[in-house]
């Protein structure tokens, strides 16, 4: 057992009662009839969010896209990405996530016993376990950084 698992495993402890949110996979559509059908992304599973990371009862994954669902609509868009991100919010809502509730997309699994910081978050630098909370940060111990999140999770600031 590495540092991280335990670090994960009294992390689950705490939050056994806070809020979990949606992990779910982009399916393409498939052909039916020689029509294509519209992707749909289908929930898979719940996870805490905790920045950087989805603590599953099982697996820690590294985010990826975090989406909200809702109806779609023709509409007109200044940007490739948001015609991009309100193709995926459809995508959602017709995967059967409810209106206006998120999911992840894109997220990947993180194995704990290999934590080399090049394709993760988490790394073990000197013995210890970290994590890069951002591409351009710094490395900030896992444990201290799950306690914050953790904390902000059970007690979100008021109006948050």
Not at 43 to 64: F, K, M, Q, S
Not at 121 to 134: D, F, I, K, T
């Amino acid at each position: 057992m590495t540092d991280a698992t335990a670090v994960f495993d009294a992390a689950r402890a705490r939050l056994a009662d806070a809020p979990r949110e949606r992990i779910g996979e982009l399916q393409e559509g498939r052909r039916l009839l020689g029509i294509r059908r519209a992707p749909r992304i289908v929930p898979r599973a719940t996870a805490w969010h905790l920045g950087v990371l989805l603590v599953t009862d099982d697996e820690v994954l590294a985010t990826g896209d975090i989406v909200r669902a809702r109806a779609e609509v023709r509409r007109g868009f200044a940007a490739e990405s948001q015609r991009r991100r309100a193709e995926l919010a459809a995508a959602a809502a017709r995967g059967g996530v409810p209106e206006g509730d998120t999911v992840h997309i894109g997220w990947h699994p993180i194995d704990l016993a290999r934590l080399d910081g090049a394709s993760s978050p988490l790394a073990v630098r000197g013995g210890e376990a970290l994590v890069r909370w951002s591409a351009a940060g710094g490395w900030m111990p896992l444990a201290r950084y799950l306690d914050e999140r953790v904390e902000l999770l059970r007690h979100p600031p008021e109006r948050a």
